[in-house]
């Protein structure tokens, strides 16, 4: 039986979806190399005039649970697509992010309606990665078929939250993703914690092994950002770089941003836990440019 406080919850979750009062939110992520924009994550949110903000961790579940899970991501990223037109038009050329739940890879037919979408609006699959997160009772594995599809239609395929939950290493093995989320739990002490470092450096260097990108989620601080740059991870994203935005705000925010970006890798030296016999990254001058 479902909760009162649920209920009231999801009624007034499908009126928001229904009538149009759901928006998307966007957080860039940025190039470890060169501080570059790589994509920005489509994050929905939800204000209601009444309960205020209502964080997508307590009503994506319910769409989950109550079979409003599809039309959710329908909108969001028929949104999404349409918000990569308008970029494009305004001369800001970027990848998307886009997050799925793992229910929705149980039918076989999702890759191609995904495809779909992005042929109705003529923007190229291969700007499109999405993000998936293992649920206890989704395990990830089961969906090889679905996850396979979305590659050979160009579709990137990122784990997103890694190293929590029921994320394993095997799972890197098996499927066809393109892309490592290190979960932030282990960002946010990477600088202090050895244990949490020694984590976060096995996950690069094992994702990196396997040809995947690594993107760090979650970076608040000065210090997470030269650390992970220096342990050779890839992509960063959190809130010492921005915080999810409005799309009309995603060109001033880029300005700021790159004019930013050398004061945050100047030469002092990143404050690591422990020395661990390997050099830091070079000057951004000398760095090779990979993405
Ligand atoms: P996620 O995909 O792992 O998204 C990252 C979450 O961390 C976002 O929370 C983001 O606002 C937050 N975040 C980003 N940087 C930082 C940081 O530096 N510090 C801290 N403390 N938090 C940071 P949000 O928007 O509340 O989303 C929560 C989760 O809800 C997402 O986790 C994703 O799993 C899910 N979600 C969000 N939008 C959608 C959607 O459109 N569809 C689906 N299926 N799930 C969504
Ligand atoms: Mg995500
Ligand atoms: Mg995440």
Not at 38 to 46: C, D, G, N, S, T
Not at 100 to 125: G, H, K, N, Y
Not at 269 to 291: D, E, N, Y
Request: with cysteine; net charge neutral; charged share 25%.
């Amino acid at each position: 039986m479902i909760a009162a406080a649920d209920l009231g919850l999801l009624d007034g979750f499908e009126r928001a979806l229904l009538n149009g009062r759901l928006r998307m939110a966007y957080q860039p992520k940025v190039s470890l190399v060169d501080g570059s924009l790589k994509r920005v994550e489509a994050l929905v949110r939800w204000d209601d005039p009444k309960l205020g903000a209502v964080p997508p961790s307590r009503f994506v579940p319910l769409a989950e649970k109550y079979g409003l899970i599809d039309p959710l991501t329908q909108w969001g990223l028929r949104t999404t697509l349409r918000q990569w037109l308008t970029w494009r038009d305004a001369g800001l050329d970027t990848c998307l992010a886009f997050n799925i739940s793992a229910l929705s890879l149980d039918q076989l037919d999702f890759p191609d309606l995904v495809e779909r979408m992005c042929r109705a609006l003529a923007v190229p699959t291969e700007r499109l990665v999405l993000e998936l997160t293992e649920g206890a009772t989704q395990p990830l594995v089961k969906l090889m078929d679905t996850l396979t599809r979305f590659r050979i239609k160009g579709i990137g395929l990122a784990i997103d939250d890694f190293g929590i939950g029921y994320s394993s290493l095997m799972q890197l093995r098996q499927l066809p993703f393109t892309e490592v989320k290190i979960d932030r739990f282990f960002v946010d002490d990477a600088p202090s914690s050895n244990e949490s470092a020694v984590v976060v450096r096995t996950i690069i260097d094992l994702a990196h092994g396997l040809g995947l990108t690594v993107t760090g989620e979650g970076i608040e601080t000065v210090e997470q950002l030269r650390l992970l740059r220096d342990m050779g991870c890839d992509v960063a994203q959190g809130y010492l770089i921005s915080k999810a935005l409005p799309p009309g705000e995603l060109a001033s925010w880029y300005k700021g941003w790159q004019a930013r970006w050398p004061s945050l890798i100047d030469d002092r030296p990143a404050i690591a836990p422990k020395p661990r016999g390997r050099t830091a990254r070079p000057a951004p001058a000398a760095a090779p440019s990979h993405s």
